[in-house]
């Protein structure tokens, strides 16, 4: 639709009507969009890719917002939708609330990002690794992922038999599994963890497993995990 720059448009954040959360909102020309992804500033063609995809391909009416240190789509949401009438805020762009097993799949592989730092790197560059996960959490405003405890807790409760999981939308875990990615090849110097990384899903039923790896497959960041 468009590919907009950052003095083109208003950013805000506003209320969800049924979560204690914040939502990001891009107002441009009376219209409004909500985040949908967010990419490196060496992810260029990666973001244009997506945006060609979501607007040629599946007719959806989104924006590509171009700043120094990132890019990011947006998917048009009608105004009411914002309001807290009782729908969702998210409208049509977003295919409703995030499957818990997706969550739970991003939480598997944060983990064993962790764990691998800790068994082959050591107590210094594990203690790094979590203070650059706090800053991301904290920079990308992660709900439920707000204080050292909380990222803590993230990094070692088992997500596959916690009673709920943090209430993140897509947006928030392509954010993460690219970070996450970034941050792996950082300190271990390669992308060769990412497949030590991905043998831990077979913890996860098969069929959420499965439905995990079709979304990853679509995703933006799924060619850095799945080669």
Known sequence: MFILKRQDVDISMIQHPKKDQQIPILHYQGQTFRLLSVFGAA???????????????????????????????????RLEQLTGDGTDPHGDESGGETDPSLIQACLLLLQAVYIDIEDL?????????????????????????????????????????????????????????????????????????????????????????NQFLAWLKQSPTGKLWQG
């Open 43 to 77: 992810q260029e063609e990666d973001a244009k890719a997506f945006w060609r995809d979501l607007t040629d391909n599946r007719g959806k009416a989104c924006v590509l917002l171009e700043e120094p240190e990132r890019y990011s789509v947006w998917g048009k949401v």
């Open 121 to 209: 790197l050591g107590a210094r560059q594990v203690g790094a690794f979590q203070k650059e996960v706090t800053t991301v959490f904290l920079q990308w405003r992660f709900p439920h992922a707000e204080s050292p405890g909380a990222v803590n807790q993230l990094l070692t409760v088992d997500p596959l038999a916690s009673a709920q999981v943090p209430p993140w939308q897509e947006h928030h875990l392509n954010t993460l599994l690219q970070e996450l990615y970034r941050l792996g090849k950082q300190h271990f110097g390669n992308a060769s963890f990412t497949g030590r990384v991905m043998d831990t899903l077979q913890d996860m039923p098969a069929k959420d497993r």
